[in-house]
């Protein structure tokens, strides 16, 4: 089968990574910026959008009372009126949100179209303080067949955890989604930032597209790594937003808000062909991984 004969899948793919600003405990603002963005990316002929980590609340909570505030379900009216303004396209949408699980709260992400959420998964890697709002999920993350290829979802941390993208290849991803909050720490000059450097590492440890979606700004006090970037199957950086500079960004400012558009080929990530003998998912020893490695 070549590749223009996969049925229902286009061979270039236009994605766009939206490195927004929320407010903290905003829903009104932060739904109407979410929205702004995918009209922008969509007048760009996007196909793809993903957009950061809980956009629809902001990240610093000061207790469990405001990021209940924000807390929405999967079928509040934002995701309706997202699905409408997809109405027409098969563009996707794929963003965090502040999930109402009920008793608990979820870190989540909603893979969204034109026919409505596709998929809710709900991160199982909880960073830091995340630990006192939200409960950990407990399935593991979504592939999601698309008009665009097969999009895998994972958030921020669960990244540094070699298990999920290589959980999401073996699935058949094409390319995972990742929307992110990166908290900004230092790194040598010259130097990529080490979430950034991880990524491509994945990207090219499973052969496949990988997408994240930063920050921008500060949030009470907190800066942003502003790390969007779309990252090739060979680990190489497409396209990718510009570091922060020296000058201080105040809370919800929109001056550092910045988008990446790239077109890609998500399809090529089927093919793991290293080299004429080898493959990289084929290549794997399965057959030892399970055994305990001898401690000598």
């Given at each position: 089968?070549?590749?223009?004969?996969?049925?229902?899948t286009r061979q270039v793919t236009?994605?766009?990574?939206?490195?927004?600003?929320?407010?903290?405990?905003?829903?009104?603002?932060?739904?109407?910026?979410?929205?702004?963005?995918?009209?922008?990316?969509?007048?760009?002929?996007?196909?793809?959008?993903?957009?950061?980590?809980?956009?629809?609340?902001?990240?610093?909570?000061?207790?469990?009372?405001e990021a209940r505030r924000t807390?929405?379900?999967?079928?509040?009216?934002?995701?309706?009126?997202?699905?409408?303004?997809?109405?027409?396209?098969?563009?996707?949408?794929?963003?965090?949100?502040?999930?109402?699980?009920?008793?608990?709260?979820?870190?989540?992400?909603?893979?969204?179209?034109?026919?409505?959420?596709?998929?809710?998964?709900?991160?199982?890697?909880?960073?830091?303080?995340?630990?006192?709002?939200?409960?950990?999920?407990?399935?593991?993350?979504?592939?999601?067949?698309?008009?665009?290829?097969?999009?895998?979802?994972?958030?921020?941390?669960?990244?540094?955890?070699?298990?999920?993208?290589?959980?999401?290849?073996?699935?058949?991803?094409?390319?995972?989604?990742?929307?992110?909050?990166?908290?900004?720490?230092?790194?040598?000059?010259?130097?990529?930032?080490?979430?950034?450097?991880?990524?491509?590492?994945?990207?090219?440890?499973?052969?496949?597209?990988?997408?994240?979606?930063?920050?921008?700004?500060?949030?009470?006090?907190?800066?942003?790594?502003?790390?969007?970037?779309?990252?090739?199957?060979?680990?190489?950086?497409?396209?990718?937003?510009?570091?922060?500079?020296?000058?201080?960004?105040?809370?919800?400012?929109?001056?550092?808000?910045?988008?990446?558009?790239?077109?890609?080929?998500?399809?090529?990530?089927?093919?793991?062909?290293?080299?004429?003998?080898?493959?990289?998912?084929?290549?794997?020893?399965?057959?030892?991984?399970?055994?305990?490695?001898?401690?000598?």
């Open positions: 089968m070549t590749l223009s004969s996969l049925p229902g236009r994605v766009v990574g939206e490195q927004l600003a929320p407010r903290i405990g905003d829903l009104k603002h932060n739904t109407r910026l979410i929205g702004d963005a995918v009209r922008r990316a969509l007048s760009d002929r996007a196909d793809l959008v993903v957009l950061p980590e809980l956009a629809t609340s902001g990240y610093v909570f000061a207790d469990a009372g807390a929405i379900r999967a079928d509040d009216p934002f995701f309706a009126g997202l699905r409408d303004l997809l109405a027409g396209t098969d563009a996707v949408v794929v963003l965090g949100f502040c999930e109402d699980g009920g008793q608990v709260l979820y870190n989540s992400a909603a893979v969204v179209d034109a026919s409505g959420v596709r998929a809710v998964y709900r991160k199982t890697h909880l960073w830091d303080r995340e630990t006192l709002f939200f409960a950990p999920g407990d399935r593991m993350a979504p592939v999601v067949t698309t008009a665009h290829g097969r999009v895998g979802v994972l958030i921020c941390y669960d990244l540094e955890f070699p298990e999920m993208p290589r959980r999401l290849a073996v699935a058949g991803a094409d390319l995972i989604a990742v929307p992110t909050n990166w908290p900004l720490e230092s790194h040598p000059a010259g130097e990529r930032p080490a979430e950034i450097i991880q990524a491509q590492a994945a990207a090219r440890a499973n052969g496949l597209h990988i997408v994240c979606a930063d920050r921008a700004g500060t949030e009470r006090g907190q800066r942003w790594t502003e790390g969007t970037a779309i990252i090739n199957q060979y680990g190489w950086i497409t396209a990718a937003t510009a570091a922060p500079d020296a000058a201080d960004v105040q809370d919800g400012a929109s001056s550092a808000e910045q988008r990446i558009v790239a077109d890609i080929f998500p399809h090529l990530s089927r093919d793991k062909t290293l080299s004429p003998h080898n493959d990289l998912l084929a290549d794997r020893r399965t057959d030892l991984y399970a055994q305990e490695s001898p401690l000598l």
